[in-house]
Each structure stands twice: as structure tokens, then as C-alpha cells.
């Protein structure tokens, strides 16, 4: 048997000696593949489903110069009540302290039943955060003037220095006419300049730990005997865990809709350090739908884009133009993941 053991690898290696005399050493030799090209963006053709908007990009807030989604992305829609956005941001970067007491002027609460409200009193007294909880949860068009009142004197002043600031930051196909985004015929942006906005926005605190927070209670005054429960509109974040609607890396969003213009949602996800906006501006209703309904299937648009970029995309920034400073303190417990119950 060991006889016959010693033959056979005798044989064998005297086949190899034959095969290497016949065949060059490079035959067998690794090919080396092309390397793969990692990927920066997303196409319809990665999506289970057809993004509804009418114009729409996904960006990271890091680098929003860059999209890594795009359909329609400068197409002019009515941004609805995402304008809350920069009455938001203005109201934070001009009032030095949040705890000042804002005087609500009959103005503010002259409003039609179609209008979105917090629940203001006419003549009564609340701080500052207050309103900003007001006008980003439940999208308070009521809060929203109450703002531009104090601010600017009135609605008109306030709209000049929204526009002021949407070209200090880039919006360069953008025009705003109210604090609360009721439609007005020269009311204009796209997708790409309200992901910029939302960019913009996410790099102050105050205004992520707004748009992060899931209910806020405003107290009861002399006038306004009852508490306000606000609740925040971006079901993302207050819907049920169990609702399919709900995204725990969601960290903020801005819903809004008008007749005139369909729905639109401004909405941010941070997953693993990375913080990404969707914009889906302009959804229309079709035959038998709601606001509420199609406000629905923009959060699963939302879902889809930021899953896929998470699971598809590399997302790494090494070569991406920095803000001056981080969009997301990780310290800050609103930034951490998974998202906090508020």
C-alpha cells in the first residue's frame, strides 16, 4: 500500500512538471478585477417605489451642494408650511433670548378655519420657545405671525427679511411671501433650495431640538386659561413605533400642503453619524385623496430614500466641503441614535 501511495504522487507531480513546461508561468497568475466603483447617488431604478413629489432631492446635510437623489430638483412648487423653516431659523438667530415674552396681537389669530393653529388667544403673553414649539409641531399659522409681529412689525416686513436671508444662504430660486407659507401668487422655491434651508437650519441647536421633539406642552395664562398639547405633525417621529409610518433614525421634519400646490415634507434621518434631508415638495392630490392621505405616502417616499442611501450609498465625507462647524453635536442626546422617546 505505501508502495502504491508513492507511486501515485510520483505521477502527479510529474503531470505538474508537464503542465508547467507547456503552459508561461502568467497563466496562472490572479486575474485582478477592476476595482468597484463605490456609489454616490440614487436613481429611480434603486427605488421599490415612485417618489410622489413633484420635485424632490436627498442630500447630506454635510455637503448640499451635492444630491444624491434629484427628480425635478429646481422645478418652482409652492413650499406650503416648510416655510416654517426660516421663520423658525430667524426667530432663533434674532431673538437673543427665548424667554422673552411675546405679546400676541389680534392680527396673529385673525385667521380662516383652513389654517393650521396652535391655539392662540388674541391679547395674551407667552415666551418666545413656546411659539417655536407652536409653529414647528403643530404648524401654527397662528405662531408664525405672532412671530413676524414681534420681529418685523408685521407680515410684509418679515417676508423681506426671510428673503434676505434665503439669499444669504443660496436659495437662489426661492421667494417668500408669509411667515406661515399661506400660498400668495408670488410664493416660489424647489426641492434643492428648501434641502438647503433645512441644511442650514440643522446646524443650530435650538432648532434640532424643536423639530426633534415629539410633544410639547404650552401652560395655561390669564387669558388662555388652558394648556396647549402640541403634537408634532411629522409622523416620522410621533407616530407609533408599530406604525409604518415611524423611522427611528428620524430626527426632524417640517410637513405642509395647500390646495393650490399639493403636499410637501421636509424631513431628516441621522444613522451612523450621518445626517441626511429629504425634500418631496409638490405631491398632488389625485380623484378621492386627502392631504392626510398622500401626506402618508410622502413619509414612505422619505423611508425608502433614506434606507436606500443608508444601505447603498457610501456616504463617506473625507472629501466632502465641511460647514463651519458640525451639523449634528453628538453629544447632544437629540442627535444620538436611535432617536430618544421625547
Known amino acids: 500500500m505505501l508502495m502504491y501511495k508513492t507511486k501515485i504522487r510520483f505521477l502527479m507531480l510529474a503531470v505538474c512538471i508537464a503542465l508547467c513546461s507547456i503552459f508561461p508561468a502568467h497563466a496562472f497568475a490572479r486575474v485582478e478585477l477592476p476595482p ?4 454616490t447617488s440614487l436613481t429611480d431604478d434603486d427605488l421599490d417605489r415612485t417618489i410622489r413629489a413633484k420635485g424632490c432631492v436627498l442630500i447630506d446635510a454635510s455637503d448640499p451642494d451635492t444630491l444624491l437623489y434629484a427628480k425635478n430638483p429646481d422645478e418652482p412648487i409652492i413650499p406650503a408650511s416648510t416655510t416654517k423653516i426660516m421663520t423658525c431659523i430667524l426667530a432663533i438667530e434674532m431673538v437673543d433670548d427665548l424667554n422673552t415674552i411675546v405679546y400676541v396681537p389680534h392680527e396673529a389669530t385673525n385667521l380662516g378655519p383652513t389654517n393650521s393653529t396652535m391655539g392662540l388667544v388674541a391679547g395674551e403673553s407667552l415666551p418666545m420657545i413656546d411659539l ?5 409641531l403643530p404648524s401654527g399659522n397662528d405662531a408664525a405671525n405672532a412671530i413676524a409681529y414681534y420681529i418685523a412689525g408685521g407680515i410684509d416686513e418679515f417676508a423681506v427679511i426671510m428673503n434676505e436671508k434665503a439669499e444669504e444662504i443660496g436659495m437662489t430660486n426661492t ?3 408669509t411667515p406661515s407659507g399661506t400660498y400668495r401668487n408670488r410664493a416660489t422655491s424647489t426641492a434643492r433650495d428648501m434641502a ?8 443650530n441647536d435650538v432648532f434640532r431640538k424643536v423639530v426633534s421633539t415629539k410633544t410639547h406642552t404650552v401652560p395655561g395664562n390669564d387669558v388662555r386659561k388652558h394648556d396647549l398639547n402640541l403634537r408634532n405633525s411629522t409622523r416620522l417621529i410621533s407616530a407609533s413605533e408599530t406604525s409604518r409610518f415611524y423611522y427611528e433614525y428620524a430626527i426632524g421634519g417640517k410637513t405642509g400642503a395647500t390646495s393650490a400646490g399639493g403636499n410637501c415634507q421636509i424631513a431628516m434621518a441621522m444613522k451612523d453619524g450621518h445626517l441626511l434631508i429629504v425634500s418631496l ?15 402618508g405616502l410622502c413619509f414612505l417616499d422619505a423611508i425608502e430614500l433614506f434606507e436606500k442611501a443608508y444601505t447603498m ?3 463617506s465625507d473625507n472629501d466632502r466641503p465641511k460647514n463651519d462647524r458640525p451639523v449634528c453635536l453628538q453629544e447632544r442626546s437629540f442627535c444620538q441614535q436611535p432617536r430618544p422617546n421625547q
Open 281 to 295: 415638495m409638490g405631491a398632488r392630490l389625485r380623484d378621492g385623496e386627502s392631504h392626510n392621505g398622500v401626506a
Open 196 to 203: 438647503r434651508l433645512a441644511a442650514y437650519a440643522m446646524k
Open 132 to 136: 417655536l414649539y407652536g409653529l414647528m
Open 36 to 39: 468597484i466603483r463605490p456609489r
Open 313 to 315: 450609498l457610501d456616504l
Open 175 to 177: 421667494t417668500f411671501a
